[in-house]
């Protein structure tokens, strides 16, 4: 149902001690400042504690209004919600909200307001902050072998697909991502052929290596089918139908096994992966980091993201150690990735080529000379500008840096 509520926690009142006291005097009052909002009382009830403060409950035709108060503590909470169904209450509730306010006259206020009937994706980046997406609804969830999966329609976003109620991709910004997990490594080789992509099943990351007109095969390896599946029906502007292309091969497998078990070497490795937790932990380990680099052509190169410099320093100076005790040459980068809400940071690894070698003339000329169409982050500018890290993120990776910001 379509709504707003208000909750608020009220400290340090101001007005008279006995305001927090007397249930019975604030009723007839509450009553007062509904109708003064324009609301409609349809029943009132108050019970009063003996030598402490009251419980109030007011039934309204457009939903109701809940207080109690604890003049122990010199405060109270206050829940007002409307419907709005038939019509627009808002303006009204938050009237409600503001007399009651004035009424008590409280030094501090923590106030919460949601809107009911749209969604509100709240992800957390560490265990002190996060964001959140509003969406307008629920597509689709379902609970795989693996994992939950769900989609919601945001004005923002379009289409967003989450994992395990964290933000993955989406219509409107994907491309940010998987333009800068592929093309920085691809771009520098002469002619890529055979890329290996762990993870991806959106089809993202598959799409953007396929624009290379030199790539042959494009090999993905992801573990639930059903991310496939679902990524076909509902993410055509994500994957922009390359699931029907003949050079994209899907394996349905294990990572770790996949790369235990080919005997194929690859111009790139690009691991499209979930964080660094549970059952994806195993991927960033630096025996798996080891089998990429055995199944890399001499100058291939593997390109994964790290994690967040604002949020998880500690993980990105982690996972760069472990890259630096097996890749010669490891180039952190970074860029801002709105559905991520942070900061975030990609690496290019390799034993030969150093993506910051490359000027953004020669990127340019070699994206003109490939024809690569529908580049909506990626050019010669963006790829030099992604390597230059601010001095805090070069700590971060260097280990000298683990705090958050």
């Known amino acids: 149902m379509n709504g707003l509520h208000l909750i608020g926690d009220l400290s340090g009142c101001r007005c008279d001690p006995s305001r927090l006291l007397n249930g019975v005097d604030f009723k007839d009052h509450c009553i007062e400042m509904v109708h003064a909002a324009g609301l409609t009382v349809m029943d009132a009830t108050f019970k009063q504690f003996d030598d402490s403060g009251f419980t109030g409950t007011v039934v309204l035709a457009e939903s109701h209004l809940a207080i109690h108060t604890w003049p122990e503590n010199n405060g109270l ?126 089809g993202g990351s598959s799409e953007e290596a396929l624009k290379h007109p030199s790539v042959e095969q494009v090999t993905m390896v992801e573990i639930d089918e059903d991310v496939i599946k679902i990524a076909k029906q509902h993410f055509q502007a994500v994957h922009n139908g390359v699931f029907d292309n003949p050079r994209l091969r899907v394996v349905v497998d294990d990572g770790v096994q996949f790369l235990r078990n080919t005997q194929d070497k690859f111009d790139l490795i690009a691991l499209d992966l979930n964080d660094p937790v549970g059952p994806a932990a195993a991927l960033y380990s630096e025996e798996f980091f080891y089998q990429c680099n055995q199944a890399l052509k001499p100058e291939g190169l593997m390109t994964l993201h790290i994690g967040s410099p604002t949020a998880h320093p500690s993980r990105v100076a982690e996972i760069s150690h472990r890259l630096n005790q097996v890749f010669q040459i490891v180039r952190p980068y970074t860029m801002y990735i709105p559905l991520y809400g942070a900061l975030w940071a990609l690496a290019v690894c390799s034993n030969k080529l150093d993506p910051k070698a490359f000027t953004a003339d020669e990127i340019d000329n070699r994206i003109n000379s490939r024809n690569l169409q529908q580049l909506q982050y990626y050019n010669g500018e963006t790829h030099s500008g992604v390597f230059a890290l601010p001095n805090y993120v070069k700590e971060i990776v260097a280990g000298n840096r683990h705090s958050t910001i």
Request: hydrophobic letters at 35%; aromatic letters at 12%; charged letters at 25%.
């Open 77 to 202: 909470t206050l829940d007002v919600y409307v419907c709005n169904y038939s019509a627009n209450n808002s303006n009204k509730a938050h009237k409600l909200f503001d007399a009651i306010i004035d009424y008590f006259h409280p030094a501090e206020i923590a106030k919460h307001e949601i809107e009911r009937g749209e969604h509100t994706l709240v992800e957390p980046l560490n265990d002190t902050t996060g964001f959140y997406v509003k969406a307008s609804r629920q597509i689709g969830e379902w609970r795989t072998k693996y994992q939950k999966l769900s989609i919601y329609d945001t004005p923002q976003y379009g289409k967003v697909f989450r994992l395990d109620d964290f933000n993955m991709t989406s219509e409107q910004e994907e491309f940010i991502y998987h333009e800068n997990l592929i093309h920085p490594a691809l771009t520098i080789l002469e002619a890529p052929k055979n890329v290996l992509i762990i993870g991806g099943g959106d």
